[in-house]
Nanobody, 115 residues
Framework: QVQLVESGGGLVQAGGSLRLSCVAS????????MGWYRQAPGKQRELVAS???????NYADSVKGRFTISRDNTKHTVYLQMNSLKPEDTAVYYC?????????WGKGTLVTVSS
C-alpha cells in the first residue's frame, strides 16, 4: 500500500511563486519515477514534470524555465517549485509515483493564479 499526500497549493497572484510537496508513505522499496500532473477545467490531465530515481527530468513545454522539480529519494518526497505563475497554470495538481507494482496518485491540490 502506498499513500501520497500533497501540500502547498493555494491562491497566488500572477507572477508569484508556490512550492508543492508530495510525500509517499507505505510499503516502498524503490519509486522509479515521481511527478506532477495537472487538470484544468474542461481539459484532460497532463504531465507537468517528472523525475526518475536516477535524476532524469521531463517537463511540459508550457512550464519549462518556470517550474523546477526536485526529489529526495531517502524521504520519498518530490517537490515542484513554481515561479512566474500565470493564470493558465490554474488547475488541480496531482502527485504521481510509479513503482514496479503499479502507479499511485494523490488526491490533488488546487492551485489558483489570479490575474
Amino acid at each position: 500500500q502506498v499513500q501520497l499526500v500533497e501540500s502547498g497549493g493555494g491562491l497566488v497572484q500572477a507572477g508569484g511563486s508556490l512550492r508543492l510537496s508530495c510525500v509517499a508513505s507505505g510499503i516502498i522499496f524503490t519509486i522509479n519515477k515521481m511527478g506532477w500532473y495537472r487538470q484544468a477545467p474542461g481539459k484532460q490531465r497532463e504531465l507537468v514534470a517528472s523525475m526518475t530515481s536516477g535524476g532524469s527530468t521531463n517537463y511540459a513545454d508550457s512550464v519549462k524555465g518556470r517550474f523546477t522539480i526536485s526529489r529526495d529519494n531517502t524521504k520519498h518526497t518530490v517537490y515542484l517549485q513554481m515561479n512566474s505563475l500565470k493564470p493558465e497554470d490554474t488547475a488541480v495538481y496531482y502527485c504521481n509515483a510509479d513503482l514496479l507494482r503499479g502507479s499511485y496518485w494523490g488526491k490533488g491540490t488546487l492551485v489558483t493564479v489570479s490575474s
